[in-house]
């Protein structure tokens, strides 16, 4: 029997458009639901995005990709019971500590679970939150989790949940420092590690944006757009696309 994969992008707190969107895509029980990261922080509801998607993945095969969001809020979680130091030095947004209050060790632990890539081989679908620079050293057929793989042990791992601009040399650039000299990675990604599905830069419109090698899921629902996914099912790739109810917060 052929079972649809569904991913889904940023979410950042937008549970209405997430329930929206998980009734559209009228759930079969061997649907394979992956999340592409950024669940949390900027939106409306930070907690309710993580107790549903923790709910669903009791029903649904559920596989999270770490966002950006994820990474900071588990080492301010981490911080909060080991050092009180490197606390106080974290800018924490609000919702860090209603989420670090209200999660169970259960919600913690699906967190935790997240894959910074998830391959899908027989798709050719390399799953991730940020880019892929272009001096990248990573094997991408291990699919490395955050549980089980520390960025200290393999240093590109944070790199591809924030990656946006590129150098000339294919050396990620950090926001604030660009020239003229830098690329969007997707748009120089030559395919080599598959077709990559990534979220975490917004692309403002009602359908994902299509690079030759890359898709752009992040269509901003939190500024406004729209929450999206990709539907993948033996012979066709497809999308659907909800429109956010409100302006959450402010695109930069
Ligand atoms: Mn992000």
């Given amino acids: 029997m052929g079972f649809r994969k569904i991913i889904i992008g940023d979410i ?6 997430l329930q929206e969107l998980i009734l559209k895509l009228d759930l079969l029980p061997n649907d394979q639901l992956f999340f ?9 509801d930070s907690l309710g995005v993580v107790q549903f998607i923790h709910e669903l993945s009791k029903k649904q095969n559920v596989k999270l990709v770490l966002g950006n969001h994820e990474d900071k809020f588990l080492r301010y979680m981490h911080n909060r019971k080991f050092n009180k130091k490197a606390l106080a030095d974290m800018k924490v947004p609000a919702d860090f500590e209603i989420l670090g209050e209200h999660l169970t060790l259960q919600e913690i ?3 935790k679970q997240s894959y910074f890539n998830y391959f899908i081989k027989e798709d050719n679908l ?10 990248c050293s990573l094997d991408f057929s291990i699919n490395y989790q955050y549980s089980k793989h520390s960025t200290k042990e393999f240093k590109g791992l944070d790199l591809i949940t924030r990656t946006r601009y590129i150098d000339a040399n294919g050396i990620f650039v950090s926001i604030g420092m660009e020239s003229d000299q830098i690329n969007f990675w997707a748009e120089v990604y030559d ?7 990534f979220g975490h830069n917004p692309f403002l419109n009602e359908t994902p944006k299509l690079f030759n090698h890359a898709i752009g ?5 939190v500024f ?4 999206s996914a990709v539907i993948i099912t033996e012979s066709n790739l497809d999308y ?11 695109l930069k």
Avoid: R
């Fill in 12 to 17: 950042h707190g937008c549970i209405l458009e």
């Fill in 36 to 44: 592409l990261g950024d669940l949390i922080d900027k939106g409306p």
């Fill in 109 to 111: 632990a699906l967190l």
């Fill in 126 to 135: 390399l799953l991730l939150h940020g880019g892929i620079s272009g001096n």
């Fill in 191 to 197: 395919g080599k590690f598959g077709k990559v599905i």
């Fill in 217 to 221: 899921l992040d269509t901003g629902c």
């Fill in 224 to 227: 406004g757009g729209w929450l």
């Fill in 240 to 250: 659907l696309s909800v429109l956010a109810k409100n302006k959450y917060a402010k």
